[in-house]
């Protein structure tokens, strides 16, 4: 079964600085999609970025870029300029097929004034 | 994007009684809906999987006869919490799956509700 995890439960950093995101997946699946998606105070679901495995290029979106490795499992998340609307848990999720999304533990990041 | 509504937003019940919560896409159709709970500072864990027009698909650990899902249309799925307690209450997230992209990579994305949040007293 395919895992996610975030190793990071929490994280601050002061507004305009560059923040990255851990995450780590197990899976013995070649073809796979994996995202980040943030949770504000308002608990609304919001995608952040979409990551296709097939592709090596990395995915970016605005000041949201990831370094997906492969051969390692591993996809961060980099936020940079840190607004204070960034504050939100940010969860890691894997997807392969059809199936069921798998999230990781979620890191909670706070941006200070 | 496409818009998932869920209703109520919040709602208190007293313990013994049963609760709906409603789930619609908005702008599209949804064969599959997901159904998440979620308690304070935790992730999102997945209760079922609701199919239009057939039954639900429990995850192992959820007792569907507590937690019954009808997905009678392909733009509304329900969930009812039968005889609730108070450790059911939790914050309850719907999602509805489209197909996107393009074949022969193409994927299921999901898109999710604002949440209901469930007390029982």
């Known amino acids: 079964a395919q895992t996610v995890t975030q190793s990071q439960p929490e994280m601050s950093v002061q507004e305009a600085e560059t923040v990255t995101l851990s995450c780590t997946y197990d899976?013995?699946?070649?073809?796979?999609?994996l995202f980040w998606y943030k949770q504000p105070p308002s608990r609304q679901m919001i995608l952040v970025i979409r990551q296709e495995a097939y592709k090596q290029q990395n995915a970016t979106e605005n000041r949201f870029s990831v370094n997906f490795q492969k051969a390692a499992k591993s996809f961060s998340l980099k936020i940079s300029d840190s607004q204070l609307g960034d504050t939100a848990m940010y969860f890691c999720?894997?997807?392969?097929?059809?199936?069921?999304?798998?999230f990781g533990q979620g890191t909670r990041l706070t941006i200070n004034p | 994007g496409a818009v998932v509504s869920q209703h109520p937003s919040w709602v208190i019940c007293k313990s013994g009684t049963s609760v709906k919560i409603e789930c619609r896409s908005l702008?599209?159709?949804?064969?599959?809906m997901f159904w998440y709970r979620q308690f304070p500072k935790q992730s999102l864990m997945l209760m079922a999987t609701?199919?239009?027009?057939?039954?639900?698909?429990?995850e192992q650990g959820v007792e569907k006869d507590k937690f019954l899902i009808n997905h009678a249309s392909l733009t509304l799925s329900t969930l009812t919490v039968t005889s609730a307690h108070p450790e059911d209450s939790s914050f309850y997230i719907c999602?509805?799956?489209?197909?996107?992209?393009?074949?022969?990579?193409?994927?299921?994305?999901?898109?999710f509700g604002p949440g209901t949040r469930l007390t029982v007293l």
């Open positions: 899976t013995s699946e070649n073809n796979y999609y």
């Open positions: 702008d599209f159709q949804a064969t599959t």
């Open positions: 999602s509805a799956r489209v197909i996107a992209g393009v074949f022969p990579s193409s994927y299921n994305e999901q898109f």
């Open positions: 609701s199919n239009e027009g057939s039954k639900a698909t429990y």
């Open positions: 999720a894997f997807l392969q097929g059809a199936q069921k999304l798998v």
